[in-house]
């Protein structure tokens, strides 16, 4: 019988798409707590072409959205409540929670900052419309804005947390939702030499083979150059 938090990694099988953010944390997240050690499954939906609207996707996720991730005879379909989940499920596989309260609720609050401030105000769902009724200029400056107030106030944050990752030397979920929102400031043209904590932070992550390997233009449906 195996014991908790040393369980084996179970077959696991997740719908994304490259270019997603939150579909990203998921794939930092399983490369981290080592699930590269039996291969997930990896079923590319294409969120811009629609793929994510058809009636067989829909029954996986009737919010229609990636990522969704199906392990140990469960459906979970929140990027955050799947690395909770693996966190809990695995927690002496590269732990990314502290042990003290105190501490989890810190990375808690960053984390909760980024995925349900930040990314939800500038996904693709909302360009759209904003686009749709405004035009792209105003697409953009309307990503810009969400990220600009966002970063200010976690810059102010990770000033006083960080060390080599956003919550010391060690990576956190902090960490593992912090590398796609930036990589989304980039695509936003924001500019964060604003934000020199937060961008001294992520070029430490950039040099983990971990972050590498779950970069979008590492994923199987990545546009080939």
Same mark, same amino acid.
């Given at each position: 019988?195996?014991?908790?938090?040393?369980?084996?990694?179970?077959?696991?099988?997740?719908?994304?798409?490259?270019?997603?953010?939150?579909?990203?944390?998921?794939?930092?997240?399983?490369?981290?707590?080592?699930?590269? %050690?039996?291969?997930?499954?990896?079923?590319?939906?294409?969120?811009?072409?629609?793929?994510?609207?058809?009636?067989?996707?829909?029954?996986?996720?009737?919010?229609?959205?990636?990522?969704?991730?199906?392990?140990?005879?469960?459906?979970?379909?929140?990027?955050?409540?799947?690395?909770?989940?693996?966190?809990?499920?695995?927690?002496? %596989?590269?732990?990314?929670?502290?042990?003290?309260?105190?501490?989890?609720?810190?990375?808690?609050?960053?984390?909760?900052?980024?995925?349900?401030?930040?990314?939800?105000?500038?996904?693709?769902?909302?360009?759209?419309?904003?686009?749709?009724?405004?035009?792209?200029?105003?697409?953009?400056?309307?990503?810009?804005?969400?990220?600009?107030?966002?970063?200010?106030?976690?810059?102010?944050?990770?000033?006083?947390?960080?060390?080599?990752?956003?919550?010391?030397?060690?990576?956190?979920?902090?960490?593992?939702?912090?590398?796609?929102?930036?990589?989304?400031?980039?695509?936003?043209?924001?500019?964060?030499?604003?934000?020199?904590?937060?961008?001294?932070?992520?070029?430490?992550?950039?040099?983990?083979?971990?972050?590498?390997?779950?970069?979008?233009?590492?994923?199987?449906?990545?546009?080939?150059?």
């Amino acid at each position: 019988m195996t014991q908790a938090g040393t369980a084996e990694v179970p077959k696991a099988t997740l719908y994304s798409y490259f270019g997603s953010s939150c579909a990203w944390r998921v794939r930092l997240g399983l490369l981290l707590k080592g699930m590269s %050690r039996i291969p997930y499954e990896y079923k590319a939906i294409n969120i811009v072409k629609g793929e994510q609207f058809t009636e067989e996707f829909t029954k996986l996720n009737p919010l229609q959205l990636v990522p969704v991730l199906e392990i140990d005879g469960v459906k979970l379909v929140d990027s955050i409540a799947i690395l909770q989940y693996l966190e809990e499920k695995f927690p002496d %596989r590269r732990p990314l929670l502290p042990k003290d309260l105190v501490q989890r609720a810190h990375i808690h609050q960053a984390v909760y900052l980024i995925s349900a401030n930040i990314q939800p105000a500038q996904n693709l769902q909302i360009l759209t419309v904003i686009e749709a009724k405004l035009g792209s200029k105003e697409r953009l400056k309307w990503a810009q804005g969400i990220i600009e107030k966002g970063f200010t106030a976690l810059e102010q944050i990770l000033e006083k947390t960080a060390g080599k990752y956003c919550f010391g030397d060690t990576v956190t979920l902090a960490d593992v939702v912090l590398v796609p929102q930036v990589a989304n400031a980039n695509r936003f043209q924001v500019d964060m030499a604003l934000y020199p904590t937060i961008q001294r932070i992520v070029e430490a992550l950039y040099e983990l083979p971990e972050v590498e390997a779950s970069m979008p233009a590492n994923q199987p449906d990545a546009p080939k150059s």
